[in-house]
């Protein structure tokens, strides 16, 4: 895995396969936490579903601080700024919304720890976990489009 000014010199395709890459492992994290009961499922326990959704949304948080860390640090947005400065404010624009981002999930974590594991709060986590995907979606196709401006469009298969 590619990190920091690793991405500098890199092939446009190596560039856009590490930001596949990384959107894909953040996605995969989610579908793992919308699994925890938090589908249309029935007859789930819900504190031991409680316990996975919170373990769950901690290690989600931990990967995002990490891959926003790695953006922030040099990364494909840097690669795109410098082949195409004018995209200069948008990727700060972009990266502005990492703090964001965590927040919102961090309060959803702070929620997560301080409700009892009962069907109302489960709902009630299921809600906050869409508007978080939607949110984080958004973020992603933002960064998607200003690195295909900037190193090239993507392939067929995105």
Known sequence: MMTGNSYLNCSDESI???VREEHRQINAELDKLFACCLGE??????????????????????????HFREEE????????????TTLGPEAREIEREHPELLAELDGLISWLDDEPPLETTLQIARTRLNAFAENLQRHEVREDALIRRGVGGFGEDD
Do not use: F, P, Y
Request: net charge positive; proline share 0%; glycine share 4%.
């Open 16 to 18: 856009r396969r590490h």
């Open 41 to 66: 499922q029935h007859g789930c326990d819900s504190q031991t579903d409680w316990k996975k959704i919170r373990e769950r949304v901690h290690h989600l948080r931990e990967n995002m601080a990490h």
């Open 73 to 84: 640090e040099g990364s494909c947005l840097d690669e795109a700024v410098a082949r195409r």
